[in-house]
């Protein structure tokens, strides 16, 4: 179906180097965009190239750290700049510290909130003038079902996580005239790097993830392909400022 086609589009993906923003990655590059993936860690970036480079297309990895306001604006402006234009953006960037509200620090509060929440305002920023120049442009955000559930040890991810989804519906608002779409997905229990760390730190966590989805297993990264390939294409120019669920129906389950 043409309205899904991404054959010319540039985007750029916070956390690509692996996990679901490497699943995301690789759908658009399916889908024929050109992927530049951003993040700290250069030597986690290899294999991820790799991946994407073999749907034929380009890829690249930007250097990026998104607390940081001017790494925000310097990488975004390069990639843009270097490409002509920048199409679409997902801010997927995400980190969590695991423990009761009681005994979080100001200092673990402003880390989780800077890396989850600012950065998707900050990189939004720098990507806006580029969408609006171009006509158009696609906006998706990385929430959780953290977004709309709560736990007592990630008060402060389950804040990020909920704001995220504000943000998100805010700039639909605000960037409707500019023709940039802005939503949110919302993952549940993904095998990744981050939810291993989740899963050796609490326990009987693994069982209780299997027993509460109704898809009885845990979401890989691939399970986001096609939803980001949704949100970035001409196949979604009506719908924003939405937040969808990919979650093997763990939120619809009492
Ligand atoms: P990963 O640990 O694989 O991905 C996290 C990514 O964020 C890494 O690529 C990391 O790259 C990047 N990152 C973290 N801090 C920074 C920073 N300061 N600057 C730039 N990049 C940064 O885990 P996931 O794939 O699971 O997480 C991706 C997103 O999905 C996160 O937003 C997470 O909250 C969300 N999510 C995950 C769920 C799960 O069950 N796994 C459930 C719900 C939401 P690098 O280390 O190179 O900087």
Redesign the pocket.
């Known amino acids: 179906m043409k309205s899904f086609d991404l054959t010319g589009r540039i985007a750029f993906v916070?956390?690509?180097?692996?996990?679901?923003?490497l699943g995301m990655a690789e759908g658009l590059a399916a889908a024929g965009a050109t992927v530049v993936i951003?993040?700290?860690?250069k030597s986690?970036a290899e294999a991820a190239l790799k991946a994407l480079r073999a749907h034929g297309g380009e890829a690249d990895f930007a250097t990026?750290?998104?607390?940081s306001e001017q790494s925000c604006k310097d990488t975004i402006g390069q990639v843009a700049s270097r490409f002509g234009r920048l199409d679409i953006l997902i801010n997927?960037?995400?980190?969590?510290v695991r423990k009761a509200p009681e005994q979080v620090t100001a200092a673990e509060w402003h880390q989780v909130i800077d890396?989850?929440l600012t950065?998707a305002l900050l990189c939004s920023q720098a990507a806006y003038p580029h969408m609006a120049k171009a006509g158009g442009g696609k906006i998706i955000n990385?929430?959780?079902?953290?977004s709309i559930l709560a736990s007592g040890w990630s008060a402060p991810?389950a804040a990020s996580?909920g704001g995220i989804v504000q943000l998100a519906r805010s700039l639909a608002v605000a960037w409707a005239k500019d023709n940039i779409q802005v939503n949110t997905i919302?993952?549940?229990?993904?095998?990744?790097?981050?939810?291993r760390g989740?899963r050796k730190q609490v326990e009987g966590l693994d069982e209780r993830v299997l027993a509460r989805t109704p898809a009885a297993r845990w979401?890989k990264?691939e399970d986001f392909a096609g939803i980001a390939v949704f949100l970035a294409s001409a196949a979604s120019d009506f719908v924003t400022g939405t937040a969808i669920p990919i979650d093997g129906g763990y939120t619809v389950q009492m």
């Open positions: 916070t956390g690509g180097n692996g996990g679901i923003g951003a993040g700290r860690d986690k990026l750290d998104v607390v997927n960037a995400g980190t969590s890396t989850n950065s990385t929430g959780s079902v953290m991810y996580k919302l993952p549940g229990w993904i095998d990744t790097d981050m939810s989740a979401g990264p």
